[in-house]
Nanobody, 122 residues
Framework: QVQLVESGGGLVQAGGSLRLSCAAS????????MAWYRQAPGKQRELVAR???????NYADSVKGRFSISRDNGKNTVYLQMNSLKPEDTAVYYC????????????????WGQGTQVTVSS
């Protein structure tokens, strides 16, 4: 059983910063991708940033230069440093962990956290 526990959300003024954390526990394959998604009211969930276990990162265009994703493999924890926050960053942020087992048969593992609210006031 894999669990993801997020923390760090809250209310901040535009231009401010927040740092989200997500700690994973359970039986986790060492080669995996950890990511942050967000979902604003009335909108679809969207990828914010992801990082694979080797350190390669990807960002949504809307957050490039403002957000930074990092991870501590020893702690199975992923972080999202959010700077220069804008009202349009307001959303519930979800942590995601996934990997693919190849043998003995292909199987995808995909886990989500419960979400943490980030609200940016103008």
């Amino acid at each position: 059983q894999v669990q993801l526990v997020e923390s760090g959300g809250g209310l901040v003024q535009a231009g401010g910063s927040l740092r989200l954390s997500c700690a994973a526990s359970g039986s986790i394959f060492s080669i995996n991708t950890m990511a942050w998604y967000r979902q604003a009211p009335g909108k679809q969930r969207e990828l914010v940033a992801r990082i694979i276990s080797g350190g390669t990162t990807n960002y949504a265009d809307s957050v490039k230069g403002r957000f930074s994703i990092s991870r501590d493999n020893g702690k199975n924890t992923v972080y999202l440093q959010m700077n220069s926050l804008k009202p349009e960053d307001t959303a519930v942020y979800y942590c995601n962990l996934r990997w693919v087992r190849v043998l003995p048969s292909r199987r995808e593992y995909d886990y989500w956290g419960q979400g943490t609210q980030v609200t940016v006031s103008s």
